[in-house]
């Protein structure tokens, strides 16, 4: 490890993509050990101001090193494939990447000891589809939930299967995300919102 903080150590999967090169150098901010693992499809430019200050170590999430969370106090889980029509496009990655590959990372984390767990899940789960504008208000978690997709459908499968190895020394948290959009050092051109810039 490169940093000279003394914090504890977060690993963040996906931290070279869009809104982890944006988390990433915050956690060093607020004086936390980051360890980075990512596979690079984009590459890791997008981490070169902290470069010097995390470790980053190139991988893919479905087959995870179980060492590297030796030492890790909580780990937050941003790798995946990350819209509708990547899912649609590679189902089967998606089903090994966003569901099955998840669910086993937290199920390492809660066997290394590791008591905090956040997975990156998405707000598409509460999809009421198209033609429904009366059901498209603000939505909380206690909504009822309605995935279609297989995108939507294996986030909220991760979910519930992360949500049940909760106990009284594993605290996993959910992060339903809605379409995110603003700079990032590994800008995402694809969201509809960025469009708009």
């Known amino acids: ?8 150590l977060v690993l963040v999967t996906g931290g070279a993509g869009y809104i982890g090169c944006r988390l990433v150098p915050a956690l060093v901010d607020a004086g936390y050990r980051v360890r980075v693992f990512d596979v690079m499809f984009y590459g890791g430019a997008g981490l070169d ?54 669910v086993e990372l ?14 990156a899940s998405s707000g598409s789960i509460y999809d009421v589809g198209a033609g429904h504008p009366e059901k498209d208000v603000l939505h909380t978690e206690d909504f009822p939930v309605a995935p279609f ?16 190895m909760r106990d009284e020394c594993f605290t996993p948290v959910i992060l339903r995300k809605g379409s995110v959009y603003g700079y990032s050092p590994r800008m995402r051109f694809d969201l509809v919102v960025t469009l708009l810039f």
Not at 51 to 57: L, N
Not at 83 to 99: K, L, V
Not at 106 to 119: G, N, S, W
Not at 149 to 164: C, P, W
Request: net charge negative; charged share 35%; proline share 5%.
């Open 1 to 8: 490890m490169k940093s000279n903080h003394e914090g504890p």
């Open 149 to 164: 997709r297989i995108y939507s459908i294996t986030k909220r499968e991760a979910e519930k299967e992360i949500l049940a």
């Open 106 to 119: 937290a199920t390492l984390a809660k066997e290394k000891k590791v008591r905090r767990f956040i997975q």
């Open 49 to 102: 101001e902290v470069r010097d200050d995390i470790e980053v170590i190139e991988g893919d999430i479905r087959s995870f090193p179980p060492e590297l969370l030796d030492g890790v106090s909580a780990i937050i889980n941003l790798a995946g494939l990350s819209t509708e029509p990547a899912a649609e496009y590679r189902p089967e990655a998606n089903q090994a990447i966003n569901f099955r590959a998840a």
